[in-house]
């Protein structure tokens, strides 16, 4: 097999991967307003701006008080992250979770397509239906569908296990502002105070839910 030859170069640009990532970090903190978020949320905004190169996402950031210290202790404790789609769970950094924690999917799963069909919903939201047995304590992730959320809301509300903490940040423009909305709402609504992590209006996906996630997989970035 022939070597691979690198290129002449043709153009300025960093290629040192470390520096790319103190830069990068440093631009962010220059230039985001991050003041209205909790101390302990810093790097996690900081990382999901990272991810999705959109410095203003920190004016739509939601972020619970005791999301960090919640999802941190759950995920230290052994606890599964679930995740609403296979392009979140891949997503997430294997070497910064802190117990070798499961990343759970459970769209391939055979039961999935029937419950979808029987509820007249999304294949999505049915998968998250079967995250009920492992629920309790865990850290839940939606990043793509807002029925998915709306879908997990309504197990809680109607008294499904309670997760450690929930990053809901589905995008789209059919329900995505307002599952994150309803999320928002929750604790005032149900009386069931769980931490999240959220960003208001259409914006959110796979890139922005797994940068939370690794964030707080580990403090250190």
């Known amino acids: 097999m022939t070597e691979p030859r690198r290129p002449n170069r043709h153009y300025e640009y960093v290629d040192d991967g470390p520096a790319i990532y103190v830069d990068s970090f440093a631009t962010i903190r ?15 905004a900081v990382r999901m701006i990272h991810g999705t190169g959109q410095v203003d996402l920190a004016e739509d ?14 995920l230290e404790d052994g606890a599964p992250i679930l995740c609403d789609a296979r392009m979140v769970a891949s997503g997430v950094t294997a070497h910064r979770l802190p117990s070798d924690n499961e990343v ?3 769209l391939g799963d055979t039961r999935v397509p ?49 997760p450690a903490a929930i990053v809901g940040c589905p995008v789209g423009f059919v329900g995505a502002a307002e599952s994150k909305e309803a999320l928002a709402e929750f604790a005032g609504q149900h009386g069931a105070d769980i931490p999240y992590v959220t960003v208001r209006g259409r914006r959110g996906g796979s890139a922005m839910t797994c940068s939370a996630l690794n964030a707080l997989a580990k403090e250190e970035e």
């Open 114 to 162: 029937g419950l979808a069909r029987s509820w007249g919903t999304t294949r999505t939201a049915a998968a998250v239906s079967l995250w009920e047995p492992l629920l309790e304590g865990a850290v839940v992730a939606v990043g793509n569908a807002p029925t998915a959320l709306f879908h997990l809301l309504e197990m809680l509300a109607d008294g499904a296990p309670r």
């Open 30 to 44: 220059r230039e985001a307003r991050l003041e209205h978020l909790p101390a302990n949320a810093e790097r996690l």
């Open 104 to 106: 759970l999917c459970f």
């Open 61 to 74: 950031l939601v972020v619970h008080p005791d999301l960090v210290p919640a999802a941190r202790a759950a």
